[in-house]
């Protein structure tokens, strides 16, 4: 997958939950993208080059990382 | 089912619910009070003649052919005017009535030609009848005075024929364009004896006058005047069957007349809840696709895309289909497999498409083309309210006070729900509409938007906070039902930030370019003028924040108390007809069918155990993002049903590189469509005539469509993913869609009490049907939203990153029109295309002075992406620095020019705003003529020279 839109798509979705106040922000990008991403994508993005995600989307990309290390399923 | 007309009563029926009885030929009857004496008498079992009159519009009292007697009142009331009343003791049938009766007809049939035998109308007519009913034998005044019987017949429209020589100039086509359509196309010219009826102007024929050939008028002749040409072509119907319409949302049901295997005709089903008898020009008219030469209906494969077609049986082709699975899976594993389901086809077909993908490829990559519709609108309802679908019914908007249009287009959209909406706002409803064109509602016969708000494209998040904010900041909030129904904490936080300066109409005036004190306005209205309700449509989810959008509405609906009854709520207008029940079916990667998440293991389970397979716990592939793992080589395999995404999806240079990288795209269509240029596989599909099933249209109405006639592909779709599954070893057994809908009823909640046998005998149901709805539910949230507090969700204006510059100065967005249907695959094969042969280029006047352009010019026009080349029409119905066009036509190829910015939340694509510059130029551009060639090259079918032809 192309990283460049995954950081694009990324940075889009914690643009959208910001209002919500930082913390809460980082909660919910982390939810929409483990909601809605198939693993290839989280997989892609956990890999690569993360220096363009926006402070809420690299904490958010964090929380995803945890959560695809506890579900074997989520692995590609 | 052998031919017999739909009843007609004569006048409508009445509202009220106060009962009153009388006496008709000595039977007492009770009825509401308001019925007419007509209406009552029919009802009753009676029949009083008539002309004038019929139940879709009001009665008139022009023909004086329905007289009768009542005791106690003096001379001969017309019926059909007079209404019951308590007590009344009415006769139909004296001498006396007789004779006047036979006077009236006499007059009627001495200016009337009498070729009955060879008339198309013979024994269908109402004139015919009449003068049986009345008695009549003999005309004293002979059939050669003053008459009209030379003028000559207007056969412009492409589907029915207007012969004046048979007017009777009842006016029943008149008050039907008037009360039912609501376009006033239609007058009487001149007075008395010589009044007549015509279209437009007396320099106008049907075609080039203002009629969108609905069809109401032709339906309200009671003679061969407005009739369809089939009925002269084919001869009368002799048997009918009510199926419903597969074009848009509204979801209207037909009666589809068959004369043996052939369709005569599509009469609106008066007895249809979504459509009370009425239809747009697409479902009555432009069926003749179903039958167009274009149609393939034998499978093919092939092993390249460079190489022709081959022919094969339907065994080959399936067995073939089923072994490149099988391939793939082995080499690529499951998660290279996928596939989209169709809004156009049918639930259970979708149903069948999704568990395929699912239990037989192994993975979740299912989705549907609701991905570029109304994907947010899933996301933004279930997220506010807890259900991803729209509030009401349709009969709803008859309540409503102020009506808030967003992003919509309904007369061209959603025509048969807009007529109804006119009516209201007829009646003295306000509008207004938010739109960066003067929609034709904004400014149309009898209707004027109280405000238009023509805001910059892409500025949607802006308007609907600017409207918050002046309903905050003025005290016009409603408290009180915010208070009971929604979380307070979360409102008050909400409440804090619309109130904030900056998102005040005077400060966002410079974004949106509307001015503020219209936004003022138009909020106060909206907020304390009685029952709003909010329509809209693909103008505010096809956006990089259509989510939000949606989220804004529904956060302005709970801020004026305007959810939970009638007259109010929130109305998503969706675009094709089968949308909402496409996502309702689990076609998404990401939730089962009832919007249960794949990674809900109790939900899985029950799949699990009733399919007898494991499933994939993770979310799998949007169409984009499959199309990303195309080109990028981790997705392989390409099941598509139903859909054209080359055409209908963003950025096609993009759509067609993934395509291109994958290895095997099956496409199962009617016709070889623009994606099917890529396909190695195409499995011929069957048109709504030729199979059973349901839709669910805009208002989760599921209705029943009904076989009419056999599958000239030899099967209904939802058979051909069944051959495809037993292919794959899958024990898959239905005999009927029946079975498949019992299995959804099985597996969801919200359609527990649908059953094919309750649908056949009750016509619809509106979900959820369940324990605590047993009859549906017309209006949702009534005691408290689905998800218990109404959820207020901040959101703020983010621009899009589609921006104007010097290159691209101009925004482009897209919508469509009446007569074509989203890529036009079916109504260009139809006779539409006298309405819009061609897809145009609508530009501001400045615009195109700046460029010298002119009304009719080709105009190259490119973006970023890409550019093409179509005709200007100038008009001040855009805004300066706006420009808008349609998809409809392949040649244009408008999806050259979209980008791939999309939807924050769902990836629904960004078709409402592209950055554009526009030019002058002689014709179609280089690309244009090499995919016209890449396009007539592919769609080679060997041992044929037609196919070649084709298109
Ligand atoms: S077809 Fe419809 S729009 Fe046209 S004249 Fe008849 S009622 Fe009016
Ligand atoms: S065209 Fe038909 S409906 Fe219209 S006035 Fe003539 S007879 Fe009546
Ligand atoms: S309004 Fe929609 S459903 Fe109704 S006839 Fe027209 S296209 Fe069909
Ligand atoms: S039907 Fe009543 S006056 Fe014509």
Known sequence: ?76 | MGYEPQADFGTPASKSEKLVTLTIDGRAITVPEGTSVMRAAAESGGSIPKLCATDNVKSFGSCRLCLVEVDGMRGTPASCTTPVMEGMNVHTQTPRLQKLRKGVMELYISDHPLDCLTCSDNNDCELQDNAAAVGLRDVRYGYSGDNHLGLATDTSNPYFDFDPSKCIACSRCVRACDEVQGTFALTIEGRGFASKVSAGTSMDDFLSSECVSCGACVQACPTATLQEKPMKEIGKPERAVVTTCAYCGVGCTFRAEMRGEQLVRMVPWKDGKANRGHSCVKGRFAWGYAQHKDRILNPMIRKSINDPWQEVSWDEAIAYTASEIKRIKDNYGARALGGVTSSRCTNEEAFLVQKIIRAGFGSNNTDTCARVCHSPTGFGLSTAFGTSAGTQDFDSVMDSDVILVIGANPTDGHPVFASRMKRRLRQGAKLIVVDPRRTDIVRSPHIEADFHLPLQPGTNVAVLTALAHVIVTEGLAAEAFIKERCDWDEYQEWAEFVSRPQNSPEFLEPVTRVKAEDIRGAARLFATGGNGAIYYGLGVTEHSQGSSTVLAIANLAMVTGNVGRRGVGVNPLRGQNNVQGSCDMGSFPHELSGYRHITDNVARKLFEDDWGVTLDPEPGLRIPNMLDAAVDGSFKLFYCQGEDILQSDPNTHHVAAGLAAMECVIVHDLFLNETANYAHIFLPGSTFLEKNGTFTNAERRIQLVRKVMEPANGYEDWEITQLMAQAMGLDWNYSHPKEILAEIARLTPTFAGVSWERLDAEGSLQWPVNEKFPDGAPIMHVDGFVRGKGKFVVTDYVPTDEKTGPRFPLLLTTGRILSQYNVGAQTRRTGNVAWHPEDLLEMHPVDAEDRGLKDGDWARLASRAGETTLRVQVTDRVAPGVVYTTFHHPATQANVITTEYSDWATNCPEYKVTAVQISPSNGPTDWQEEYEEQARRSRRIAGTVTAEAAE
Not at chain 1, 42 to 47: N, R
Not at chain 1, 53 to 63: H, R
């Open chain 1, 1 to 76: 997958m192309n990283i460049d839109r995954l950081t694009y798509m990324a940075n889009q979705i914690a643009r959208a939950f910001e209002p919500q106040g930082h913390d809460s922000a980082v909660d919910q990008a982390a939810t929409h993208i483990n909601k809605f991403w198939d693993p290839r994508m989280k997989k892609t993005m956990l890999e690569g080059d993360r220096s363009g995600l926006s402070p809420i989307a690299a904490e958010a990309m964090v929380k995803v990382e945890a959560y695809v290390a506890a579900r074997p399923a989520s692995a590609w």
